[in-house]
């Protein structure tokens, strides 16, 4: 396509008489003249907007209907250049439908969680990155990880950032998106997944909320979703061709996923996401506030070591910039502050949003993620 285009360029007289609109006379003078400003016409072409463009293809095709003749054929050929402008506009065909767009987190994006994160360097960037030095050791299989823990702690996040730092192929798949009501469907979807990350690995495949795909068989589960769990198993134990396909999943409910899911080979490093600290919860309101325009009497370390951000979530401490951001724009919108104020968020926009905002797990709910902290390890 792009060397047909190229004859069009080379026949700009059209072009001339669009833009000039008046009539081709001769076609034989202005083919002459374009052969002397082939270039200059060729960038006027370019800069015509599209629906110009196909007016102008459409009269010179009915102009000439007769074909063109070996001497305009002649420069017809595709030259490396267009191979390499190609590839640009050339999606492949397994990286059509199902695949993110390598979403926008960095790990600047992310505050505290510095464990985690190295282990999943180890687990994942790292072996991407450099595999001879993974081979050395003998470490062939990539480890698959599942991040678990208390909702709104960053456990989708550190997989988008992942997904950037590794500069890999991802497909990101929400659990509940491959069920469907229809015999035999979920188990397809499954095994498109992963032929899909085979076809283009190294890739990482990362299951959010893997509870919805992945529950315990057995007792009240439906016989099909014991069909959808065996169908994963199957895929993930695939060792030798899973090379390169590292498998990254979330849950917040790590005892109702099947226990086959969490043996070695499988889905063996559990990575338990939790609460922040209040150390942690002033880094990562830092990393939350980075475009704010914040106040000199801000002290964020202070707001986090608030007594009522106790049993905060890296979810909540979100809410609570947003909180103290809209009171900010409250008194420029609602109460007319002067047109033209530099907005800034201040230490009395935090206190108003720290009554207002409340922890979003519950204690009971925080004891039941302790025990089962002591049956998974962390
Ligand atoms: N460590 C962190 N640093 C910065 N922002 C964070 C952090 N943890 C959570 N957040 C904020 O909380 C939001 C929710 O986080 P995320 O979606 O990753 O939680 P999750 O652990 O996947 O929760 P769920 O279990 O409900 O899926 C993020 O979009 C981000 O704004
Ligand atoms: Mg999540």
């Known amino acids: 396509m792009i060397a047909v285009k190229r004859i069009f360029r080379a026949q700009p007289e059209d072009l001339a008489a669009q833009l000039s609109g008046a009539a081709v006379s ?12 082939g270039a200059a016409a060729a960038a006027a072409w370019d800069a015509q907007p599209a629906d110009l463009k196909l007016r102008t293809i459409a009269a010179f095709l009915q102009r000439h209907p007769e074909p063109l003749t070996p001497a305009e054929l002649a420069p017809l050929a595709i030259t490396n250049d267009d191979f390499v402008q190609a590839l640009g506009k050339v ?94 469907d979920s188990e397809r979807a499954v095994r498109q997944v992963f032929s899909r990350a085979r076809a283009s690995s190294p890739c990482v495949v990362f299951f959010d909320e893997l509870d919805a795909l992945c529950s315990r068989r057995g007792g009240e ?7 959808v769990v065996n169908t994963l198993l199957t895929e993930i134990d695939g060792m030798e061709a899973r090379k390169k396909v590292y498998v990254i999943a979330a849950t917040n409910r790590p005892d ?31 990393t939350l506030a980075k475009r704010t325009p914040l106040a000199d009497d801000v002290d964020l370390a202070a707001v986090a070591a608030d007594s009522r951000c106790d049993g905060f979530s890296g979810a909540d401490l979100a809410g609570l ?6 009171a900010a724009l409250r008194a420029v919108v609602l109460d007319g502050a002067a047109a033209g104020a530099r907005i800034r968020v201040t230490a009395a926009h935090f206190a108003a949003a720290l009554g207002r905002t409340a922890p979003s797990v519950s204690t009971v709910d925080m004891r039941r993620y302790e025990a089962l902290r002591k049956l998974y390890g962390s």
């Not at 695949?99 to 072996?127: C, K, N, Q, S, Y």
């Not at 996923?257 to 942690?280: F, Q």
């Open 26 to 37: 001769d076609r034989e003078d202005s083919r002459m003249d374009v052969a002397e400003d």
């Open 91 to 184: 999606q492949p065909s397994a990286k059509r439908e199902g695949f993110a767009t390598v979403p926008g987190v960095t790990w600047d994006d992310i505050g505290a969680l510095g464990r985690v994160r190295e282990e999943l360097r180890m687990a994942v960037v790292e072996p991407i990155r450099r595999p001879e030095v993974f081979e050395q050791v003998g470490i062939t299989a990539p480890a698959g990880v599942l991040l678990w823990g208390p909702p709104g702690n960053g456990k989708t996040l550190l997989a988008k950032a992942i997904a950037n730092e590794s500069h890999t192929n991802f497909i990101s798949v929400k659990g509940g998106e491959l069920m469907s009501k229809y015999v035999g």
């Open 221 to 227: 589960q439906s016989e099909a979703s014991a069909r």
């Open 256 to 286: 109702i996923i099947d226990p086959a899911m969490l043996r070695p080979g499988r889905l063996d490093r559990l990575l338990y996401v939790e609460l922040p600290t209040p150390g942690e919860r002033a880094d990562i309101l830092r």
């Open 321 to 326: 910039v947003r909180e103290a951001s809209v």
